[in-house]
């Protein structure tokens, strides 16, 4: 151990147990902060899409579709990674390898699976609110990162994902008896705290990609091509020096393949939208779907009488006269 070393908190602070007389359960602080990161991107997005003319409230719209979503790809990912904690496990039976591969409220979600997922629940909120999809895409980014930065604290607290032993002196505490923990190392090892890393990193992409948003306006989805860049080869390091078991492809972990493949769409979405839109868009939503805004119908201080027999033009000289303007404001 060294003075700077991370330790590792308290199991306590693993979860809050609830006690409600008929029914007892855990928040877990791991969903706390998913909770938290969401609220923080749903909240910045939010503001993001109505400075540029969409309508106020409309990110519930999105969030519910994206969170839906991004929770069922990350779940499909994750098992989709991980086939032999949930499949042909000697003494479960069909039922329970259901149960067992549905419930990710027990733990296991894949952020790539997530972005998958969370694109195609943004998609359907574009059709639905008439939004642009690379509007909303834009809009995210840098509140994507964020939200991401601070679901890792949640690892810290799970004392999971970490990386590879280490001789840095802000090396991360981890107790053996985790089952995790590698076989054979002295109990004092350090690890190389991913957690850490993966929170500065995006969190320094977030304020990256305002400051860029602020100088240069890049949109028609190059924006969500530059945060897709960034994390994308962030996410190769990242998972390069994580201990946690992962199916492993052509001699890369999955997740780097997943990492490789999000900075590849990334490029190509840059390229080709610069080549083809130039200049900005002239609108968040589709032709024909714009919010009109809180426009009411203006009520007449005069009655259908004023208009019968030429009275109309009379009422209206009047209305301009100064005489008459204020009792007719105030009318």
């Known amino acids: 151990m060294t003075p700077l070393s991370i330790p590792s908190p308290s199991e306590f602070w693993q979860g809050i147990p609830v006690d409600l007389g008929f029914i007892n359960f855990e928040i877990r602080t791991y969903a706390l ?174 304020v990256l990609l305002l400051l860029i948003d602020r100088q240069w306006r890049p949109q028609w989805g190059k924006l969500v091509g ?18 946690d078991p992962s199916e492993v492809i052509f001699g890369l972990r999955s997740n780097v393949w997943g990492a490789l493949i999000a900075a590849a769409v990334g490029v190509i979405l840059i390229v080709v939208q610069t080549r083809r839109h130039v200049g900005v868009e002239p609108s968040v939503y589709r032709p024909g779907r714009e919010w009109k805004g809180d426009a009411k119908p203006v009520e007449s201080v005069y009655s259908a009488s004023d208009f019968e027999h030429g009275n109309g033009a009379d009422a209206e000289a009047a209305d301009r006269s100064p005489a008459t303007s204020g009792s007719a404001a105030r009318s």
């Open 226 to 243: 530059m945060y897709l860049v960034w994390y994308g080869v962030g996410r190769v390091w990242f998972e390069s020096i994580r201990l």
């Open 33 to 206: 902060c998913l909770l938290a990161g969401m609220i923080v991107a749903a909240l910045l997005t939010g503001r993001r899409l109505t400075k540029r003319g969409a309508e106020p409230g409309v990110i519930i719209d999105i969030a519910l579709f994206a969170i839906v979503f991004g929770v069922i790809g990350a779940r499909i990912w994750h098992v989709a990674t991980h086939p032999a904690d949930y499949f042909f496990v000697p003494g479960r039976d069909l039922w329970q390898t259901i149960y067992e591969a549905v419930a990710f409220w027990n733990g296991g979600i894949a952020i790539f699976g997530s972005l998958v997922g969370g694109a195609f629940g943004i998609w359907l909120a574009s059709r639905y609110t008439g939004l642009r999809f690379l509007s909303i895409a834009d809009a995210l980014a840098p509140g994507l990162l964020l939200a991401q930065g601070i679901g890792r604290l949640g690892n810290y607290f799970n004392h999971e994902l970490f990386g590879q032993p280490t001789d840095l002196p802000w090396g991360l505490q981890i107790e053996a008896s985790n089952p995790a923990f590698p076989v054979g190392l002295p109990a004092d090892t350090l690890f190389a705290p991913t957690f850490l890393y993966e929170l500065l990193w995006n969190v320094f992409g977030a």
